[in-house]
């Protein structure tokens, strides 16, 4: 059994900074790829950033140069550092495993967590 337990969402002023981390318990964590997506209300769940087993990322034009996301493998964590946040970031953020390499076939969510954007 797979579980991914989001955290450090919450509300910031526009320019601000958030982390969230994303810890994965279970044995899979080394070999997925691991993806931030978000969902703004009345809006589709977009995918905002990827990082691959092999580190490399990717990121959506709409973060590009603001958002960074990074692994531990040691910590099974996946991190997103945000900064100069926009209202328009506001969304429920989910964290994904896509497992594993080489099919990536199997994807698991966790819950959730809420970042609001406003001064």
């Known amino acids: 059994q797979v579980q991914l337990v989001e955290s450090g969402g919450g509300l910031v002023r526009p320019g601000g900074s958030l982390r969230l981390s994303c810890t994965a318990s279970?044995?899979?964590?080394?070999?997925?790829?691991m993806n931030w997506y978000r969902q703004a209300p009345g809006k589709e769940r977009e995918l905002v950033a990827t990082i691959t087993t092999d580190y490399s990322t990717n990121y959506s034009d709409s973060v590009k140069g603001r958002f960074t996301i990074s692994r531990d493998n040691a910590k099974n964590t996946v991190y997103l550092q945000m900064n100069s946040l926009k209202p328009e970031d506001t969304a429920v953020y989910y964290c994904n495993a896509a497992c594993c390499i080489p099919s990536y076939q199997s994807n698991y969510w966790g819950q959730g967590t809420q970042v609001t954007v406003s001064s």
């Open positions: 279970g044995s899979i964590f080394s070999i997925s790829a």
